[in-house]
């Protein structure tokens, strides 16, 4: 590992690693709780040297307490990829990623430089879309002539990572089981391990589940930027928090028992209400947008443990879990965190675990 630099800013480049693209999980394991589950110690852990067990997803229950909740996020992916042809024939791809007004949404457009404001691009559904603006890097805004949803019904396909080549599994794979509001551009993947069967064994050794929503949107697939972790901004994201889940962690927290975020996006929701907060569990329904970027050292206010994939190097989630990390060994560094993160990385690589969005998960505690 490099050298530990100045403890006030960390480097973007002090957080990338070496993965060998066989390593990158081109499809989903089934059934979906058959992927494989690294338990990660932090409390235990030391500076490089994690305290790991190795197990499947289905037994995850063995690792879980009667009385934690498991807070999930219930976005739905929607059909975003829209491809179409510009005037004079050239081909092009739109993918959205938010409402942004009336028939109109922000969108990655592809090839960027070459659709201006004006062009209108033809889908292969007969319907057309304007470009109004620009939103900011490589992102435009477009407009629809009628519902954007009937067109992505129409037209639209689901939006793959660009990382998985192999586009052969079905759409409904990319989705969890408990999806439903329709608005993300990719799917909450720590949720996709998660069965039916699963939830129902969890629920009878009393580990309850509830819900958030977070429309996952624009950085999911933008890498960290400038020299310095810093320099980046996150994208907002809209969220909500149902009444009943604001209850469900009040309840929880009182009982003694644990929060268990399932997914990055969960931690995202959750810990944008705990600094709404003051720190406390929130206690009434809440709504809004959150950029919140997280970034070592952080302190949780809601958030005791955590279920999450393995995260694309120079990437903000590597930096969230990171932090987690270090919340949970007190009196390390930054860079101590990270080392202790990608020492399990390496184990799971050695292993064979498969990484990113179809691949295996960690739990953190």
């Known amino acids: 590992m490099p050298p530990e630099p100045s403890p006030h800013r960390l480097r973007v480049d002090d957080f990338d690693y070496e993965l060998p693209e066989s390593a990158i999980a081109q499809v989903p394991v089934e059934p979906r709780d058959a992927s494989r589950l690294l338990i990660l110690d932090r409390h235990r852990s030391h500076p490089g040297s994690p305290v790991l067990e190795h197990t499947t997803f289905r037994q995850i229950g063995e690792w879980l307490r009667p009385g934690d909740l498991l807070v999930v996020n219930d976005s739905r992916v929607i059909p975003a990829r829209l491809r179409g042809t510009r005037s004079g024939g050239a081909e092009t791809e739109v993918l959205l990623l938010r409402e942004w007004g009336l028939l109109e949404w922000e969108a990655l457009v592809r090839p960027s430089r070459r659709l201006r404001v ?176 997280i970034t070592p050292p952080h302190r949780f206010g809601l958030v005791d443990a955590l279920v999450t994939n393995f995260h694309l190097p120079r990437s903000s989630l590597l930096l969230l879990v990171t932090a987690f990390v270090q919340a949970g060994m007190p009196g390390s560094s930054a860079y101590e965190a990270r080392d202790t993160l990608l020492a399990a990385y390496a184990d799971a690589l050695g292993a064979g675990y498969r990484f990113f969005s179809f691949g295996d998960a960690m739990l953190i505690v």
């Open 118 to 293: 004006g062009d209108r691009v033809k889908l292969a559904s007969g319907d057309f879309l304007e470009v109004m603006g620009t939103a900011g890097k490589g992102t435009r805004i477009v407009r629809f002539a009628r519902d954007p949803q009937a067109v992505m019904v129409a037209a639209g396909e689901t939006p793959l990572p660009p990382y998985i080549h192999d586009r052969s599994s079905s759409p409904e794979r990319y989705q969890t089981v408990y999806a439903k509001p329709p608005g993300s551009a990719a799917a909450p993947t720590a949720g996709l391990h998660i069965t039916a069967e699963l939830l129902a064994s969890l629920e009878a050794g009393g580990i309850r589940l509830t819900r958030v929503t977070l429309h996952v949107g624009l950085d999911t697939f933008r890498p960290l930027e400038g020299e310095f972790i810093d320099e980046h901004r996150i994208h907002t994201e809209w969220y909500e928090i149902p009444s009943e889940t604001s209850a469900a962690i009040a309840e929880t927290r009182a009982a003694g028992g644990r929060v268990v975020a399932v997914g990055t996006t969960s931690v995202r929701v959750l810990e944008t209400a705990a600094r709404t907060g003051n720190g406390a569990p929130p206690l009434s329904a809440t709504s809004g947008w959150t950029d919140l970027y």
